[in-house]
């Protein structure tokens, strides 16, 4: 098994462009898990018991990516766990409000998959 990932937007494009550039970096398809929304991504979590990655949208229906931010951070079994958001929202109050809520990473969408490998390569190593 190797680094599991989850990847949260209500974006079906969004969540395979998103895939497609991780299994660019040799992170195994089997080892990618979407969910549409916050509420989605908390049950998955619950049925994986944990994830070494966590890419989120802000924007969702349900429970957006700041929401869901706040409620990993809480789980013990998440607390610790990366969370890179992917969003639309770039002013510098959003970026500054979700790296206060324990988001190790920010990517403004639209992005490329060379931003993707860029912001992802760090946090990746450090799984290792």
């Known amino acids: 098994m190797g680094t599991r ?3 949260v937007d209500d974006s079906s494009t969004m969540r395979r462009i998103i895939s497609k550039s991780l299994i660019e970096l040799s992170i195994d398809p089997e080892d990618i898990t979407h969910a549409v929304d916050g509420l989605d991504a908390l049950e998955k979590l619950k049925l994986a018991n944990s994830f070494d990655l966590i890419l989120t949208d802000w924007n969702m229906p349900e429970m957006n990516g700041l929401e869901l931010v706040n409620k990993l ?3 013990p079994e998440s607390a610790r766990t990366p969370i890179v958001m992917i969003t639309t929202e770039g002013n510098k109050k959003d970026v500054i409000e979700a790296l206060k809520s324990g988001v190790n990473n920010y990517i403004l969408k ?3 998959s060379e ?5 992802l390569l ?3 190593s450090g799984l290792k």
């Not at 931003?115 to 912001?119: D, E, F, G, Q, S």
């Open 115 to 119: 931003t993707l490998k860029v912001k």
């Open 73 to 75: 951070r809480k789980i």
């Open 110 to 112: 639209p992005f490329t």
């Open 122 to 124: 760090p946090v990746l």
């Open 5 to 7: 990932i989850l990847v």
